[in-house]
């Protein structure tokens, strides 16, 4: 596509449900990478997958977090057992090639009440 | 752990005035970007000066860089209202991401 599209935009969810959050990266970028970011913070990294695989997962906060991305394109973070410390925007970006700019996709706003 | 950290933290100014932040960071590095991020979503990428160049210019900014002091200086001339927004320096070194951090709030005054 012609940007990174993340879905939903927003999600409010119950403590101890789990969500999915999705992002669509460029067309053709290999790079894909999830950030956290809570209130009027920096970024978190989480994680890095370079077309299927993800090389390092050592941002995942706990085990509670987990990723994955299918045929080189959508990835798919999930979070099982929400908890209120999960409340941030969640932002998705992907780059044609390591050391390169990134694209970000408009986030997610995930509020755990 | 964050890499860069701006400052200040916060800056306001006039419209038509120049707007300057700093990033510094504390490992080697193989590139810097700047970014802005309106309304707390998506981040914009600005420009990216690699460690063995000096300045780097686009449009109304101009980037430094200098890697004896593990710093670099954005600098927004001429000011609009629609600059208004959060900056973040990234940091890249010789592996896959980039390190952000926390960022410096700039508001133009109309």
């Known amino acids: 596509g012609a940007g990174v599209s993340q879905s939903p935009s927003n999600k409010v969810t119950e403590k101890g449900k789990d969500v999915e959050l999705r992002c669509d990266p460029i067309s053709g970028h290999t790079a894909l990478y999830w950030y956290r970011q809570s209130l009027g913070q920096g970024l978190e990294f989480l994680i890095y997958f370079q077309g299927n695989s993800a090389p390092d997962k050592s941002g995942l906060p706990s085990d509670r977090f987990s990723a994955e991305r299918t045929g080189g394109s959508v990835s798919t973070l999930t979070i099982q057992r929400t908890q209120q410390e999960d409340s941030a925007v969640y932002l998705c970006?992907?780059?044609?090639?390591?050391?390169?700019?990134?694209?970000f996709g408009s986030g997610t706003r995930l509020t755990v009440v | 752990s964050q890499q860069g950290e701006e400052d200040p933290q916060a800056l306001s100014i006039q419209e038509g005035e120049n707007a300057t932040m700093n990033c510094s960071y504390k490992t080697s590095i193989n590139n810097l970007q700047w970014y802005r991020q309106n309304s707390g979503r998506g981040l914009v990428h600005l420009i990216l000066i690699r460690s063995n160049e000096r300045e780097k210019h686009s449009g109304r900014l101009r980037v430094t860089l200098d890697t004896s002091k593990k710093s670099s200086s954005l600098l927004i001339t001429a000011s609009r209202a629609a600059d208004t927004a959060s900056y973040f320096c990234a940091t890249g070194s010789n592996d896959y991401k980039l390190s952000f951090g926390a960022g410096t709030t700039v508001t133009v005054r109309a």
């Open positions: 970006a992907s780059s044609l090639e390591r050391q390169t700019g990134y694209t």
